[in-house]
């Protein structure tokens, strides 16, 4: 006998913890733009960049050679070892390549992997807010129960000893943290960091530290939350090469951890993914080996990109604080008393320009809208011009 499956016949054979998270806002809007003409996308976090040239080659190379077979699921040996460097030599954290590194697919995997070690049911992960989009699903996914903890725009979207403090309760395990922040470009300097890093010790907590925006500050040298006293054993470091080595698409990340946690990552890892792809490794050997230039013209490139959109919000009546790092600006929007999604809606829909509403990263970015200005100066001035053009007229 056959017929129709009702809509609650099909809710029932779906994971609970499926059905009780949202599809990502950030593609939904992505998704509309694609369909319409003329847009130009300020939405999707992906450099304008094309991959280095000689990163690319080193990856055809790889392919020529017939390096096309599974490599050791923690990833190249090699590539473990120049990672190791890198974050010695940029961001002054020593990793043992052998027993705290693994390859990842991209940040993403990174994260979910991190989250899946360390928590049981009922175990509370505290998500700093506005954040990523996918923190708080993959802490519910992995049985967790997320914690918002709200960032405020007076405190330029940094952490405070006091707020962190205030959303400890005996069940938290850890902390998710990313600085400098999507989507604020929020950055914390060693000073800001260490009263966190005093409650984390003093409450015994993990602290997941995505730092994929890493080598995108600009009036600042990043540092490392494993770098302060005490708290390499107590951070899950996670990376990659998609932003600073414009390589989005190869979907290459990495985690630095302490061996028991990455031990126990590795065993999902291994079940799930069994290594990252080998040509992707191959490209990222080249990439720190050799890609220091094409990360510092990025780099000044963003800076330049960055003052002229925060000055030109700041000129069509949009107040925007500084963004530290990342490539994102994140305007208030408060002022023409739409929210978030409607405003996003109006401008994609009458000026052809596709952002981010704030909420979409969590409550406590309302009333902000998400801005790329990982886009070239030309589309950013004609975004600019159709974004004036359209809050004249509310």
Known sequence: MTGSISSTQKMDRLSLAVNAIPPSGIRRFFDMAEKMENVISL???????????????????SIERGDTAYTANAGLEPLRIEIAKYMEQIFHVSYDPLSEIIVTVGASEGLDIAI????????????????????????????????????????????????????????????????????????????????????????????????????????T????????????????????????????????????????????????????MMSAPTIAQYGALEALQ????????????????????????????????????????????????MSSEEFAEALLKEEQVAVVPGNVFGSGGEGHIRCSYAASLDDLQTAIQRMDRFLNRK
């Not at 991959?51 to 190379?61: D, F, L, M, Q, Y």
């Not at 061996?259 to 291994?270: G, R, V």
């Not at 604080?321 to 305007?331: L, R």
Request: net charge negative; with cysteine; aromatic share 10%.
């Open 43 to 61: 939405g999707v976090g992906e450099p304008d960049f094309p991959t280095p040239w000689n990163v690319r080659e080193a990856s055809i190379a």
């Open 116 to 219: 899946r070690a360390i928590i049981n049911p009922g175990d509370e992960v505290i998500v700093v807010e506005p954040g990523f989009v996918s923190y708080a699903p993959i802490v519910t996914l992995a049985g967790g129960k997320v914690i918002p903890l709200k960032t405020k725009k007076e405190h330029a979207f940094k952490l405070t000893k006091e707020a962190v403090e205030a959303a400890i309760t005996p069940r938290t395990k850890a902390i998710m943290i990313s600085f400098p922040n999507n989507p604020t470009g929020a950055v914390m300097t060693k000073e800001e960091l260490l009263p966190i890093a005093e409650v984390i010790d003093d409450h015994d907590l993990l602290v997941i530290s995505d730092e994929i925006y890493g080598e995108l500050s600009y009036d």
């Open 290 to 337: 050799n890609g220091r230039e094409d990360v510092d013209k990025m780099v000044t490139s963003y800076r330049q990109r960055r003052n002229f959109i925060v000055e030109s919000f700041q000129e069509i009546g949009l107040d925007c604080h500084v963004p530290g790092g990342a490539f994102y600006a994140f305007p208030s929007i408060e002022a023409t008393g």
């Open 221 to 272: 040298t990043h540092y490392s939350f494993s770098r302060l006293p005490r708290m390499k054993d107590r951070t899950i470091l996670i990376s990659g090469f998609s932003k600073a080595f414009a390589m989005t698409g190869w979907r290459l990340g990495f985690v630095c951890a302490p061996s028991d946690i990455l031990s126990a990552m590795l065993k999902i890892h291994q079940y799930t």
